[in-house]
């Protein structure tokens, strides 16, 4: 049971790499598990090696998150089983050539390839600039010396330039060692991507904590670091007596992994951990206060910013009008040198500047709203408070943007853990929150009384520094909602379906009906999209191919749409997009699921399940009453698994997607929910079920709601591949029937 998304540059690719036979019919999505080198610089063609498990056989084209990057296969050699040269080939690498343009953004980038067994789960790769260079190439020009041995040499470049090395944390032990020369005087940074890219890989039970040393030529520590950027080290180190030194990179559990790629870059230029202000307005001119190592117009900063020794220095930015509200980079550029891209916030509300003189004071600033506030706890137990006037009855929306702003492309922004409250005119809390978005706060509050109130901004652990800084939202709440979609791809062959699962998160006094649709659909397939009632969380969309839908792939949008105030003057339509939840097997076991930038769907060949054929399309239930629809399986002739029937998505109990209304469940004693595999008597499998679906006494009327039976194919212990019935379409009347229980 997979899926699709938006935002994509697509190029094509031809077939794969590395062979090994395939012995059972089962088909799989192809799993990404590792991505070599894991970074590729702007304005340059590079070739990556994708290796995974399950089947890369025929991969056709290769989706990116954002635009400015795209990619083609390098066309493999083939080889044919001697034994069963009709047995279709089994792939587990890639061979990608990846193209990125010169002005490409910066950073992390999610991607997929297609095959015809399906669309594969996200891989990532990180966008640089300066020059690359891999361990490999390194090693292959270091010299045979004894002293070189200590470490692989490399050469630190000019002030205006970077050096990205990608490796591995490859084995148990391993330690990275590179060699270089420091002059008195020196400050460097050095700044690794590794553990940040495992937490997407499907089933990868293992991973990377690495840590980084400075020594001198001897092997005597002179600095490290750990866990700067969450798992991941950032140093930024003086060199006080010029010489020969080692720059040492490992797992700090001497633990180890081929999948454990990095990239570690190395600059003697500026490097830029957060700005203030965090956020502006499209076409505003602002100066930027530069937090970070090595920037000009500033103290020279030698030490860790959590010290409260910051290093600050002043970029005008003008930022442009075309700009649309949201998350966009930026870099920080001083003559020849321009530093590394962070995060700003463009806002569409008045925005307003926190007095850090009234906050050394500790005392309220008073705001009017809507606004949107630029803060920062410069110090340890600060308190941020502002003071607002607020109606009996009306609803406010306070909300902190921070943390997430680092999440998605790997920049550096804010540290801040954030702490929301709200406190009456006598100081009693009224309202608190600590994490909503990630380690973000936010608070909807329906005022009780109208009066002066505080809402007060904290770090978690009371916590403050120059990186510390935050954007408040602070607006009188309007109808609205968030949309979540389990899960992140779908493949479907021809003449099949499969189900989505969409969460509401209903907001600002919205308690509406939510319609959801569809945009981008490939070829040959299309959709049938619940209305999520007012009574409901959650809706189904079906997706279904045609029989003759070409093998194909895009990315798609999951929208929902809903009418708030419908009648009055102020009837207005409201949308959100769904975001993509893609599963990975949780280290230990269970099911975890990521916000992905890619929703793709893709028609491949003939499924597993070709049809589930449901005995009835129309189900009609009256309170207290029971129906049966029979399904019948069309197997592919070479599968003979064992299969699942649930109307929902559940793993070990837990439920992560149902479309049922409330007041209606499955009686699965009553029902027939697993096929069994082939055996001697059965040599192709069950391929007849049943469920029993059954109405309470208070289940709440419902009309042609669109719902679906899964077949559920197991891949390994968590994931699976979802085939469903086409819709059926389910209705409860609010009439009670005096046969309770009686099977229809």
Known sequence: MHKINSYVVLFVLVVSTVLIGMSYGQTSYPMVMSTYPVAVPSGEVTEVEVKGRYNFYGAYKVLFSGTGVSAEVVPPEIKKDPKNPDKKPSVSSLKLRVRVRENAHLGIRDFRVATPQGVSSIGQLVIVDGTMVSEEKLLEATPSSAESKKGIPIELLPQEETLHITGRIESDESIDSYQFHAEAGDRITFAVICKRLQDKIHDLQKHADPILFIKDINGTEIASSNNFYFSDPLLNWECVKSGEYLLQLRDVRYSGDARWTYVLSVTKGPFVLSVFPMAARAGAELRLECVGYNLPDGRLLNKDPRSGDPLLSGSVLAVPSDWLPGVHPVRVIWGKQSANPVPLLVSELPLLMEDESVAKEDSAIKIGLPAGINGRLLQEDEIDKYQFHAKKSQRYKFEVVARRL?????????????????????????????????????????????????????????????????????VQSSPEFDLRCDSDKAMIGPGSNTVWYVHVDRKGGFDGAVTLKVEGLPDGVKATCATIDSHMSQGAIILSADWDAPVGVSNVQVIGTAVVNKGTDTEQTIEAVATPLEEIYNPGGGRRIYGVSLHTVSVTDRSDLVQLLPSKRSIDLRPGQRVRVDINF?????????????????????????????????????????????????????????????????????????????????????VKVGYSTPPLFLTVTSELTAANNQVE
């Open 406 to 474: 680092m999440s998605r492309f790997g920049w550096y922004a804010s540290e801040l853990d954030s702490h929301l409250s709200i406190l009456d005119k006598n100081g009693k809390q009224v309202a608190e929150n600590d994490d909503a978005v990630g380690k973000d706060s936010r608070i909807e509050w329906v005022a009780p009384e109208e009066g002066v109130y505080v809402v007060q901004v904290r770090d978690l652990n009371f916590r403050g520094g120059p990186t510390f800084g935050y954007y408040l939202k602070a």
């Open 634 to 718: 069309k197997r592919r002739d070479d599968y003979t698994g064992a299969v699942t029937i649930d109307p929902s998505l559940q793993h070990l109990g837990r439920v992560y997607g149902n479309p049922l209304p409330p007041g209606i469940t499955v009686d699965e004693s009553a029902s027939k929910l697993r096929l069994a595999p082939g055996n001697e008597d059965n040599p192709n499998g069950e391929t007849r079920a049943h469920i029993v679906f059954q109405a309470s006494a208070d289940a709440k009327p419902v009309s042609n709601l669109p719902i679906a039976v899964m077949g559920y194919v197991s891949i390994n212990f968590v």
